[in-house]
């Protein structure tokens, strides 16, 4: 499946000093920083998100969620000291029933944004839960390069004793075979039913570990 990018602009220099959308925000929903800035506007920063991974869906639902939850937080009251000071120096009672009023609505309103902060919290702790599991379960890409070298460590490791084992001839034909995209993957299978026939045969000792060792780097099941 061919990847897709959905793209995001973020205030990096001046965001909003009440409510700021940050990277530590947004990169638990699959965000990426990239090197793009808006034309014009080099404040804003410009990320992008896969948007053919894996549960796509789910992770963008937990986005809203998260930043619904976000705009819901209320800013707390600031406390006038040149009020309060003058309603001490003239009444005393009423600055500080002020100050008192002040201090409970603050601390109602920060027990208010904790509690949505955990929620947010949780949720971005799944969305990365979720990531992780698609990084986990996305297939191990394995080049031609990688095969050629593998292939390469097989004849030649003291381990597979592939010369011992198959005899000089094999090893000099294995060695000189012109590898190719189109013959890789036979040449691989070849050569490991070569090498597992051999082994049975000559009642190879330690032959577990050897047919597990010639596996791991002639197929792609790791």
Same mark, same amino acid.
């Given at each position: 499946m061919?990847? @897709?990018f959905e793209t995001r602009a973020v205030n990096?220099?001046?965001? !909003?000093p009440y409510n700021p959308v940050t990277y530590d925000d947004l990169e638990p929903f699959g965000?990426?920083? &990239?090197? /793009?800035? %808006?034309? +014009? *506007?080099s404040e804003y920063a410009i990320l992008s998100r896969d948007v053919t991974m894996h549960n796509y869906w789910k992770i963008a639902s937990l986005d809203d969620q998260y930043f619904d939850l976000k705009n819901k937080k209320k800013i707390?009251? $600031?406390?006038?000291? +040149?009020t309060l000071l003058m309603l001490f120096l003239f009444f005393f009672v009423p600055g500080f029933i002020y100050l008192i009023y002040k201090l409970l609505a603050r601390k109602s309103i920060n027990d208010y944004n904790k509690g949505l902060q955990k929620q947010m919290d949780e949720i971005a702790s799944e969305a990365v839960k979720i990531l992780e599991e698609n990084e986990a379960n996305k297939p191990v890409i %394995? &080049? *031609?390069g990688d095969k050629k070298k593998h292939i390469q460590e097989f004849l030649y490791s003291p381990f597979s004793q592939f010369r011992y084992i198959c005899g000089e001839d094999m090893l000099e034909k294995y060695s000189n075979i012109d590898i190719s995209e189109e013959n890789v993957d036979r040449v691989r299978n070849d050569l490991l039913g070569l090498y597992i026939h051999y082994l049975e045969e000559k009642d190879i000792p330690n032959q577990? !570990?050897? $047919? @597990?060792? /010639?596996?791991? *780097?002639? &197929? !792609? %099941?790791k």
């Amino acid at each position: 499946m061919k990847q @897709e990018f959905e793209t995001r602009a973020v205030n990096i220099t001046h965001p !909003d000093p009440y409510n700021p959308v940050t990277y530590d925000d947004l990169e638990p929903f699959g965000w990426v920083q &990239t090197d /793009a800035l %808006v034309s +014009g *506007l080099s404040e804003y920063a410009i990320l992008s998100r896969d948007v053919t991974m894996h549960n796509y869906w789910k992770i963008a639902s937990l986005d809203d969620q998260y930043f619904d939850l976000k705009n819901k937080k209320k800013i707390p009251p $600031r406390i006038n000291v +040149g009020t309060l000071l003058m309603l001490f120096l003239f009444f005393f009672v009423p600055g500080f029933i002020y100050l008192i009023y002040k201090l409970l609505a603050r601390k109602s309103i920060n027990d208010y944004n904790k509690g949505l902060q955990k929620q947010m919290d949780e949720i971005a702790s799944e969305a990365v839960k979720i990531l992780e599991e698609n990084e986990a379960n996305k297939p191990v890409i %394995v &080049t *031609l390069g990688d095969k050629k070298k593998h292939i390469q460590e097989f004849l030649y490791s003291p381990f597979s004793q592939f010369r011992y084992i198959c005899g000089e001839d094999m090893l000099e034909k294995y060695s000189n075979i012109d590898i190719s995209e189109e013959n890789v993957d036979r040449v691989r299978n070849d050569l490991l039913g070569l090498y597992i026939h051999y082994l049975e045969e000559k009642d190879i000792p330690n032959q577990k !570990d050897k $047919r @597990e060792y /010639a596996c791991k *780097l002639l &197929t !792609d %099941v790791k």
